[in-house]
């Protein structure tokens, strides 16, 4: 039997707001245990929620980002369940009502472009967080993340395969973290992704029984989590199984999922409107307001790109998967380098050598006004490309510019005619063979005979002029 993957995401972004979402507690990470809680926080008797207005205005950012429709008026709700880090006994979410619903993100999975939908975006609270590493026997509570402001994203369940799943995570994470709604930061819990994952038989229209997989704070984690549980799932059904609704925890050390509760639904949390806060209301006014100090968005931006800069779509793609690094490429471009050799070398040894150095952007030693003023001096001729990526790795490791390697090493490129054609005809008279290869054919005989003439100027020839000076001499 073939079968088809259904996956829905439901992603909880942790908001770049300086206080909770309904107190004045600090969301700064790091503090020793319980040191950043309010009475709202920690359920003190006669402690009313206020709402913060940061956080809306985030929510706002987002929806606007992803064309979807902000609610002019939303509820928030009392969701009740019982665990040791819910103070109060029940989470303020937004169920019926609320504030962001619908949107599309676009991802690439390959080559090829999909539109995956957003059912909503809705406004919550974090729990505390449960110790357990440190206690023989025992598990600690830590309410610091109590009450840290959340916008759960949920999509419809549209994805096919955990490639898709991973390409949609990864959108929507360049999202928020370039209108700066979220610092993006997943080891500390700032983008976390539930993935609901069921499979049914190629043809059938009726969902399978989805089990969802929590609290998952890496792209690679999620795409080994799903692919752990499709397996199971198939495998289980086909052996005469059944798969039963229910929450899972991905186990990195072992690969696999394994039961943490069974499932529950909407019903069982006991939904009803919070009496302590009125219903949300938005102006039109403070939504024109907001869509006017949106940056640029990814999709414009690469638009942009390809008309101004003449670059590739590909390329384009790359280089606003980050706003930092939009920002290095037309810092690198205003510098004076040409916009194609920006973005080769950009996402060629630059992204190479950072990713070897497990480092961003943002911590590459090499200005976007020196890559600049590196990728000039090719252009003017004043070097090759070998001897390029020679002055790279030096301008990484000294900080010193380009034009000062350049002169001290003595690396400026062999322009001179007759300098050239002197190697020309050395390396001609030593490699007879060579020449016959090339008249009867043999096109690659020529670049040996280019590298040959590189390789007796120390790399300082021009390899254009070499090759014009050798096509001319063998005929």
């Not at 406004?123 to 759960?152: C, F, V, W």
């Not at 639904?265 to 009496?275: N, V």
Request: negative net charge; aromatic residues 6%.
């Amino acid at each position: 039997m073939k079968w088809e993957v259904v996956i829905g995401l439901e992603v909880h972004t942790q908001l770049t707001t300086k206080s909770k979402i309904f107190s004045p507690a600090s969301t700064a990470f790091g503090a020793a245990p319980n040191t950043q809680t309010a009475v709202v926080d920690i359920a003190l008797p006669g402690a009313l929620p206020v709402m913060n207005r940061a956080a809306v205005e985030r929510a706002i950012q987002f929806g606007l980002a992803i064309g979807a429709n902000v609610k002019r008026r939303s509820v928030f709700d009392r969701k009740n369940y019982f665990y040791p880090d819910l103070p109060k006994g029940y989470q303020i979410s937004q169920m019926d009502l609320p504030i962001v619903e619908g949107g599309v993100i676009t991802i690439q999975v390959g080559l090829e472009t999909r539109s995956i939908n957003l059912t909503r975006a809705h406004l919550e609270e974090d729990a505390g967080k449960s110790l357990h590493e440190d206690y023989q026997g025992m598990t600690g509570i830590d309410l610091n993340r109590a009450g840290t402001p959340l916008l759960e994203i949920v999509s419809e369940p549209e994805m096919r395969s955990s490639a898709e799943a991973v390409a949609y995570a990864k959108a929507l994470y360049e999202l928020v973290t370039w209108i700066g709604i979220c610092d993006g930061n997943m080891s500390e819990g700032s983008f976390r992704v539930d993935a609901n994952v069921s499979v049914r038989p190629v043809g059938q229209v009726e969902l399978g029984t989805r089990r969802e997989i929590k609290n998952l704070n890496s792209f690679k984690f999620l795409q080994q989590a799903i692919d752990y549980e499709i397996r199971w799932q198939i495998e289980t059904i086909e052996d005469g199984g059944r798969v039963v609704q229910g929450t899972v925890l991905f186990d990195p050390d072992k690969g696999e999922t394994r039961m943490m509760r069974s499932k529950e639904d909407a019903h069982d949390y006991r939904y009803f409107p919070d009496p302590d806060l009125p219903p949300l209301v938005i102006s039109e006014e403070w939504i024109e307001r907001v869509r006017s100090e949106l940056p640029e968005l990814p999709v414009a931006m690469q638009a942009r790109f390809i008309e101004q800069y003449g670059i590739s779509a590909y390329d384009a793609r790359m280089l606003t998967s980050s706003k930092i690094l939009a920002a290095y490429f037309e810092a690198t471009v205003a510098a004076g380098a040409d916009a194609k050799l920006a973005a080769n070398w950009i996402m060629g040894d630059i992204s190479a050598t950072l990713n070897r150095e497990e480092k961003t952007i943002a911590d590459c030693p090499i200005s976007a006004a020196a890559l600049g003023a590196l990728i000039a001096r090719i252009s003017d001729n004043t070097i090759n490309n070998k001897t390029a990526k020679d002055v790279l790795k030096k301008m990484w490791e000294s900080g010193a510019t380009a034009d000062v390697i350049i002169e001290r090493d003595g690396l400026k490129q062999e322009s001179d005619t007759g300098a050239i054609e002197a190697i020309v005809d050395t390396v001609l008279a030593a490699n007879p063979k060579a020449i016959e290869e090339y008249r009867s054919g043999k096109e690659k005989a020529l670049n040996a005979l280019v590298g040959q003439v590189m390789k007796g100027s120390g790399g300082k020839a021009n390899p254009a002029m070499a090759l014009e000076l050798l096509k001319k001499k063998v005929g």
